[in-house]
């Protein structure tokens, strides 16, 4: 699963444009060193190891659905529900 909140959604098309550089899509962040790193397909798949998390409880997330992003959080959520 990928999780991105709706703030990093140019990070997100830098690695979805297909006509960057992978050296310059990386360069768009900060990264740690993946501990494996597989051809997959048409994919490249790291494998990281985890050594620490952190989560936001303010902020929308953000999908990627229909050729678009969206934002979903508490505010759309409430919208899909019928809720004020």
């Known amino acids: 699963m990928n ?7 140019t990070l997100a098309a830098h690695f979805a444009n297909g ?6 899509r990386f360069a ?3 990264w740690d060193t993946p501990r494996d790193v597989r051809e997959v ?11 620490a998390a952190r989560t936001h409880s303010a902020g929308d997330a953000l999908i990627y659905y229909g050729r678009r992003y ?5 505010r759309s959520a409430a919208e899909m ?4």
């Open 3 to 9: 999780v991105l909140s709706a703030d990093q959604q």
């Open 19 to 24: 006509a960057l550089p992978i050296d310059e």
């Open 28 to 30: 768009a962040a900060q």
């Open 41 to 51: 397909g048409t994919h490249t798949v790291f494998f990281c190891a985890v050594k």
């Open 70 to 74: 969206h934002r979903v959080g508490e």
């Open 81 to 84: 529900l019928g809720v004020s």
